[in-house]
């Protein structure tokens, strides 16, 4: 059974601060993760999206990382900033059953 | 595109009630999923559909809850009877999975924030 652990759940840090957010999953026979952002009282956003074929991908301040064979991700955010404050949720897809298994999140403030 | 539609955002009921949350995937989305958030255990998913046929509903937490997805642009998620156990935050979410589009992953709707008193 896939599991996924994000430590640690909570994280403050200052502006402008580079910072790296972890997950890691217990199967590595995978089809792709993605990483979600939620705001509080949100739905979920999709921020990356890696297949199981690539080690990584970037959307502008945001780079994600993928090592399949040692089940684990990172998500890299650049010049943190105020409005990068939320819950990061990485989620896997085992591709078995097309089903996402999230993990619990990491809940990030930035201080300005 | 309009993305993935939830009704209602918000739903306030008493136990015992029939609960029925309704869900619009983005349109040639082939899988939908409902998921469960709260708390205590993250998110859950309940069951998942692909092309409007259920797949697993093992994660249905009992009989009480069933779901229904009787075309591709339409799906429902009931509890009847509702328990104040049941509060939390229902989302439904949709993907191309298994269609005839690459992969691109899930898109979740805005969310039913369940509270039963």
């Known amino acids: 059974k896939q599991e996924v652990t994000q430590i640690p759940a909570a994280l403050s840090v200052p502006e402008g601060e580079n910072l790296v957010l972890n997950c890691s999953f217990t199967d590595s026979a995978i089809y792709n993760l993605q990483w979600f952002r939620q705001d509080p009282g949100k739905g979920l956003t999709s921020l990356l999206l890696?297949?199981?074929?690539?080690r990584e991908q970037t959307s502008g301040r945001l780079n994600a990382s993928l090592d399949k064979s040692s089940g684990r991700s990172t998500l890299y955010i650049a010049a943190s900033q105020p409005g990068d404050s939320a819950t990061y949720l990485c989620?896997?897809?085992?591709?078995?059953?097309?089903?996402?298994?999230f993990g619990k999140g990491i809940t990030l403030s930035v201080r300005p | 595109d309009a993305g993935v539609i939830q009704s209602p955002r918000h739903e306030v009921t008493e136990m015992g009630q029939e609960v029925t949350l309704r869900c619009k995937p983005i349109?040639?989305?082939?899988?939908l999923f409902w998921y469960r958030q709260t708390m205590m255990r993250g998110l859950e998913l309940l069951i998942y559909f692909n092309n409007n046929v259920p797949i697993d509903d093992s994660g249905m937490p009992e009989d009480r809850f069933s779901a229904k997805m009787p075309n591709a642009s339409f799906s429902t998620l009931k509890i009847q009877p509702s328990e104040p156990r049941d509060s939390a935050v229902y989302f439904c979410?949709?993907?191309?999975?298994?269609?005839?589009?690459?992969?691109?992953?899930?898109?979740f709707g805005s969310g039913t924030r369940l509270t039963v008193v």
């Open positions: 890696i297949q199981s074929s690539q």
């Open positions: 979410a949709s993907s191309p999975r298994g269609g005839p589009y690459p992969a691109r992953g899930y898109t």
């Open positions: 989620a896997v897809d085992t591709g078995a059953n097309s089903k996402l298994t």
């Open positions: 349109s040639g989305h082939n899988s």
